[in-house]
């Protein structure tokens, strides 16, 4: 048969989870003011930026990184009061992590969260062929629907339940003893998501001792380093090890081990930041909740979710596009976030032209 009367019919090479799923889009920001993805807008003062240049100029770029990045593994554990009891793994980003908690799943595990929560947990459950589960939060509130959770923890016996503290993309932090019930019931992993910790001054990192089955995962990409792809779990180490067994090797390259340690002992300049997004956000939530037909949620994140008027969001988000501002139209999504838009906590000029454009909306 000659080549190009061979046929290739993609469909019988792939898995059918794999054809079925869309792939994970962002949006072009070119020449935007970016207010979409809940990054720190401030850059790193110039004494900071030669410093840190100081420190990369030796990096033996032509040897293999250290495969566990053992330093910044300790400088994390240092910084945040871990203890010595409890190991951390490094990922690409907390979504490398995700991925390998369910690669470590058998195919006919099912998996946990509330809805609507952080699209990669679905992502990537959907991608491995895992029986996902959906429970939505509770409509007044954005709390967890505690009945209808121990209901499905008790039925599916989930193996990860992921709870996001606060929640991506409604910015509240979740009942605490409602957390503390589903972690006492389950029988699989529990997983709690604090990649906003920042923002929230809260954090389970103190009741993993309490637990065998809880694991905390964090991300450096909020505290304004989201260039560098850093995510991390701590948990017990005989949890920690398994998942070491499927991590790739050197998955921490070396400029990024570097890089993220010497921040992470600067670490008083990104507080100094993170201070003032929570400072901007209060404002920003006041003057939202000013503006008619306009509804801002409370948030301890970076970012505020808030609802437009009904079938108002699609057209409000285009509009501010329009004048120079890239915000997330959270509407297509449907259930609780119908009429929502979210948008990031920028520079105070930048919040000050988000308001603006939005009231020219409106």
């Known amino acids: 048969m000659s080549i190009e009367s061979r046929s290739f019919e993609i469909a019988a090479i792939f898995r059918k989870e794999v054809l079925a799923i869309s792939a994970y889009k962002v949006a072009d920001a070119h020449g935007l003011i970016k207010l979409d993805a809940m990054e720190n807008p401030f850059n790193w003062p ?111 016996q989930p193996s990860v339940i992921f709870l ?50 809880l694991l905390v995962m ?23 090890e398994q998942l070491n067994k499927i991590r790739l090797p050197y998955n921490i390259n070396s400029l990024t081990q570097l890089s993220a340690n010497f921040a992470l002992c600067n670490h008083t300049v990104f507080d100094q930041q993170t201070q003032k997004i929570c400072q901007e956000r209060s404002l920003v939530f006041e003057q939202l909740n000013t503006l008619t037909g306009i509804n801002a949620y409370p948030s301890a994140a970076n970012f505020i979710l808030f609802r ?16 120079g501002i890239l915000i997330k139209d959270m509407s297509p999504q449907g259930g609780l976030l119908k009429d929502c838009l979210r948008v990031t906590i920028g520079k105070p000029e930048e919040n000050i032209a988000f308001i603006t454009a939005l009231k020219n909306c409106l």
């Open 164 to 213: 996001a503290y606060p929640n991506n993309p409604t910015g509240n932090l979740f009942s605490h003893s409602a957390m503390l019930e589903i972690i006492n019931l389950a029988k699989g992993l529990v997983v709690i998501d604090e990649a906003y910790a920042p923002f929230a001054d809260a954090s389970f990192i103190g009741t993993l001792s309490d637990y065998d089955n």
């Open 46 to 156: 110039e004494d900071l930026k030669l410093a840190w240049l100081d420190t990369l100029k030796d990096c033996p770029l032509n040897r293999y990184p250290d495969p566990t990045a053992q330093e910044l593994s300790q400088t994390i554990k240092r910084i945040y009061q871990i203890d010595d009891q409890f190991d951390v793994m490094l990922g690409n980003g907390s979504d490398e992590i995700i991925q390998l908690l369910l690669m470590a799943l058998p195919n006919t595990a099912s998996v946990l969260a509330p809805a609507p929560g952080f699209v990669m947990y679905k992502q990537l459950s959907d991608c491995l062929g895992l029986n996902y589960l959906s429970i939505p939060l509770q409509a007044d509130n954005f709390d967890l629907d505690l009945p209808a959770m121990l209901d499905t923890i008790k039925h599916y």
């Open 308 to 323: 437009t008027p009904t079938e108002q969001a699609s057209r409000i988000f285009l509009a501010i596009k329009q004048q």
């Open 218 to 240: 964090r991300t450096v990409s909020k505290l304004g380093l989201a260039g560098l792809r850093l995510g991390y779990v701590i948990g017990r180490p005989a949890i920690i």
